[in-house]
């Protein structure tokens, strides 16, 4: 299994922008990717990108194109997420996931510990 | 988007007992794209059963999931102390993949 640690807490002002860290470790197939997850207080999973590091094909939710962006560092197995003009209603715990692909679409095995981002002025 | 509808909200049980969770999809989901995660406070979500019906790695077996379609079931045999916890369903099959809103299993 992958084994994914991310970075760590971060406290941001509204109109900030915030690049969270997901450093992928452990047996990794060539064809891998991650996908990133949210959870704000008191709500449950939302799902916000993923991206394929082979490929660099990336996806996002709608209502944060834009917004948004995903990379990925194959030479550290290390993805990346960032998010711009950060609202009060970005404020969450964001999750890196990982694990491997069934017939294209990436089964999220392994999770990181979590990112809380916290926008307040 | 497909909408994951997860019932009951909360469901109250004593260690022991059976639960039995369900996951309700707007439109006919593939089996192959469907798992179920149990997530506490404070931990990451933890892989249960993936493909509708396949335990992942460490999984005990009172875990089981079931279904097709539009409707899945995660089904926990006997309850121990350690599996209260929120459960979400999620299916990538369609984009944008979605999440239930999450079923917490409480003690009684």
């Known amino acids: 299994q992958v084994q994914l640690v991310q970075s760590g807490a971060e406290l941001k002002k509204p109109g900030a922008s915030v690049k969270v860290s997901c450093k992928a470790s452990?047996?990794?197939?060539?064809?891998?990717?991650i996908t990133w997850v949210r959870q704000a207080p008191g709500q449950g999973l939302e799902w916000v990108a993923s991206?394929?590091?082979?490929?660099?094909?990336?996806s996002y939710v709608q209502n944060l194109q834009g917004r948004a962006s995903v990379t990925a560092d194959t030479s550290t197995h290390t993805g990346y997420m960032e998010l711009r003009s950060l609202r009060s209603d970005d404020t969450a715990v964001y999750y890196c996931?990982?694990?491997?692909?069934?017939?294209?679409?990436?089964?999220?095995?392994?999770w990181g510990q979590g990112t809380l981002v916290t926008v307040s002025s | 988007e497909v909408v994951l509808t997860q019932s009951p909200g909360t469901l109250s049980l004593s260690p022991g007992d059976r639960a039995t969770l369900s996951c309700r999809a707007s439109?006919?989901?593939?089996?192959?794209?469907l798992v179920w995660y149990q997530h506490k406070p404070g931990q990451a979500p933890r892989l249960l059963i993936y493909?509708?019906?396949n335990r992942a790695a460490g999984i005990p077996d009172r875990f089981s999931g079931s279904g097709s379609g539009t409707d899945f079931t995660l089904t926990i045999s006997r309850l121990e102390p350690e599996d209260f916890a929120v459960y979400y369903c999620?299916?990538?099959?369609?984009?944008?993949?979605?999440f239930g809103q999450g079923t917490r299993l409480e003690i009684k």
């Open positions: 996931a990982s694990g491997y692909y069934i017939f294209g679409k990436l089964l999220l095995e392994s």
């Open positions: 452990g047996y990794m197939s060539t064809n891998y990717g």
């Open positions: 991206i394929n590091f082979f490929s660099a094909k990336t």
């Open positions: 439109q006919s989901v593939s089996s192959t794209y």
């Open positions: 493909s509708t019906s």
């Open positions: 999620h299916q990538y099959d369609k984009s944008p993949q979605t």
